[in-house]
DNA sequence: GTCTATATTGCGATAGAC
DNA sequence: GTCTATCGCAATATAGAC
């Protein structure tokens, strides 16, 4: 990306995508808030939905390579190392976990033609995790490993969804979301670990 | 509700607010799901918003009765109550999850006219729960309780909302969600729980 | 209570001047 | 590459006939 004009547009977007879901937000408002003429919308990215899809593409690409670095470690370094990279990817990319949310929720075309097949490499990359440490012994072996990947995905991102709700109750600092992802694994692993 | 195309509205609105979202469905659409004119939407429920906030108000409330009997349990059966509860609403209204959801992602005005209060109160539910539990000796003493208020929601309820994503690699049955959910609150329970 | 017809507004997209 | 102007359409809402 090149050019001042579309940068603009994209990083104007993002929040308003990201706050108010696709439907909810026309290219009119886009462009006022990136203060850019209207047209220059489908001159860059072929219209709204090519500008939105640019802006999830960008987004999930970024926890597909935070998330790639842990192949290889054993089981429960795997699952650390997971947790860890969502903690900091939700400081990085504020806004990932509303878009990929929105998209479980309501999904947009979005869902299927980009985002469906880095959430299916996700979930193999923990059933993966979660299977490896029961056949070595240190996970329980009574566990769906279906279900624990889910309870998994699950603990470590709805803090950041409710953040913005929350935030009179809780300490909103890059530290606290740390020491959230930090205790959240805790929780799970020491709930799934063989006794 | 005691008219038969005002029933059918509600009925036929549930499943399009849940799926797409309020911005994203036209009443044009409900009218037509729900075999009636559009103009009926305005004479039952005064618009689309109407519309919509009636139908949060029934799907919020539901939550709200089945929580409200865990009252005065001792912590742990209180947690577990609570899991379960969610477990049989998601099956009593499968769309529910789905509207908090949109609104906790993607804020309307039924967020503040309507579910903030809701929402507030069963998360001060948890946060009593495990900080009597704390109190009791039974929990961890060195949890962030606001933390893991959070943490319990998140593990029960990503699973009902990813369910449809994941369907061919999940066992879709009532009996399942019930073994998602058991295994659920056993993994965070063992996970708080002092040593 | 239900319908048609319509008022009004806002949407996304683009042709064409500069 | 940026702008204005406008097209065509779909949105919500409602007045008024039945």
Same mark, same amino acid.
């Given at each position: ?19 108010? /879901?696709?439907? *909810?937000? +026309?290219?009119? !408002?886009?462009?006022?808030? *990136? #203060?850019?003429?209207?047209? +220059? ?5 072929? /219209?709204? !939905?090519?500008?939105?899809?640019? $802006? $999830?593409?960008?987004? $999930? /690409?970024?926890? +597909? ?22 903690? !900091? ?13 929105? !998209?479980?929720?309501?999904?947009? +075309?979005?869902? @299927? ?6 959430? %299916? ?7 993966? *995790? ?10 329980? #072996? ?12 699950? $603990? ?9 709700? %929350? ?8 530290? *606290? @979301? ?18």
């Amino acid at each position: 990306m090149d050019n001042a004009t579309q940068e603009k547009l994209f990083a104007a977007a993002i929040p308003l995508f990201a706050e108010k /879901g696709y439907a *909810a937000v +026309s290219i009119r !408002e886009i462009a006022k808030a *990136a #203060d850019v003429n209207v047209s +220059s919308i489908s001159y860059y990215f072929r /219209g709204k !939905e090519g500008l939105y899809h640019a $802006i $999830i593409e960008s987004h $999930i /690409g970024a926890i +597909s390579k935070a998330i790639s670095s842990a192949e290889g470690l054993p089981p429960e370094e795997r699952l650390r190392h997971y947790a860890k990279a969502i903690s !900091e990817i939700h400081t990085k990319k504020p806004y990932v976990i509303r878009f990929v949310q929105s !998209e479980l929720v309501n999904p947009t +075309s979005a869902m @299927d033609k980009i985002l469906k097949k880095h959430l %299916f490499s996700f979930y193999r990359f923990l059933n993966k *995790a979660i299977q490896d440490g029961i056949d070595s012994g240190i996970f329980r #072996d009574d566990l769906d490993v279906h279900h624990a990947a889910l309870s998994l995905v699950g $603990i470590m991102n709805f803090y950041f969804i409710a953040k913005p709700l %929350f935030r009179d109750f809780l300490d909103t600092s890059v530290e *606290a @979301d740390a020491a959230y992802a930090e205790q959240a694994v805790n929780i799970y692993l020491e709930g799934i670990r063989r006794k």
